[in-house]
Nanobody, 124 residues
Framework: QVQPVESGGGLVQAGDSLRLACTAS????????MGWFRQAPGQEREFVAA??????YYGDPVKGRFTISRDNAKNTVYLQMSSLKPEDTAVYYC????????WGIGMDYEWDYWGQGTQVTVSS
């Protein structure tokens, strides 16, 4: 079983950049598809980005601004966020799933393991 752990959240201003990290002890994350979702107050959880084998996937609101990557040597997955907007404010969750194809990758119910989340707040 994988227990993702997020870090790197915080309070930034609009236009700033921020990098989130996700790691898990005892498990090799490269064996899993890894993804990021976010949830703002009063809203449903939203797909942000995922990396599966060598394929990258992004939600429409973040395309061109966010980049997902992984460092297998550090067993860490990153979400580099640039040109942040107030509407990016949310709790960001790291997720892992056993299926490494792209099928259903944007659906939160298709993911197997979840972290506790890290808050990202973007002020205007």
């Amino acid at each position: 079983q994988v227990q993702p752990v997020e870090s790197g959240g915080g309070l930034v201003q609009a236009g700033d950049s921020l990098r989130l990290a996700c790691t898990a002890s005892g498990r090799t994350l490269s064996n899993y598809a890894m993804g990021w979702f976010r949830q703002a107050p009063g809203q449903e959880r939203e797909f942000v980005a995922a990396i599966s084998r060598n394929d990258l996937y992004y939600g429409d609101p973040v395309k061109g601004r966010f980049t997902i990557s992984r460092d297998n040597a550090k067993n860490t997955v990153y979400l580099q966020m640039s040109s942040l907007k107030p509407e990016d404010t949310a709790v960001y969750y790291c997720a892992a799933r056993i299926r490494t194809t792209g099928w259903g990758i944007g659906m939160d119910y298709e993911w197997d393991y979840w972290g506790q989340g890290t808050q990202v707040t973007v002020s205007s």
